[in-house]
Nanobody, 120 residues
């Protein structure tokens, strides 16, 4: 199983960007998918996550500015980020809980990370 994230880059403060992450490989079922970020010298933190049914939760600081969504047939999760702030400069990682066979338990998989820089 692989998670491939893309969409990072350089954005000015107040700008927008959309990240995407596609899961591939031997997948039976994907449960919750999410986005985390890690700034230099900081711990990795949850940004947003979404269940198979579409229930979401967000870190307080991004509520109203970020939107997480997913396309279940494509095994893909998105993060639309608006009104970006310099302090949100970080490497963004996608995560998914995946079972690879019918009766297997869910395991956590991580993407390789995509770097976002918010700067003028």
């Amino acid at each position: 199983v692989q998670l491939q994230a893309c969409g990072g880059g350089l954005v000015q403060p107040g700008g927008s960007l959309r990240l995407s992450c596609a899961a591939s490989g031997s997948i039976f079922r994907i449960d919750t998918m999410g986005w985390y970020r890690q700034a230099p010298g900081q711990q990795r933190e949850l940004v947003a996550r979404i269940t198979t049914g579409g229930s979401t939760n967000y870190q307080d600081s991004v509520k109203g500015r970020f939107t997480i969504s997913r396309d279940n047939p494509k095994n893909t999760v998105y993060l639309q980020m608006n009104s970006l702030r310099p302090e949100e400069t970080a490497v963004y990682y996608c995560n998914a809980l995946i079972s690879t066979r019918r009766y297997d338990t869910l395991q956590s998989y991580w993407g390789q990370g995509t770097k976002l820089t918010v700067s003028s």
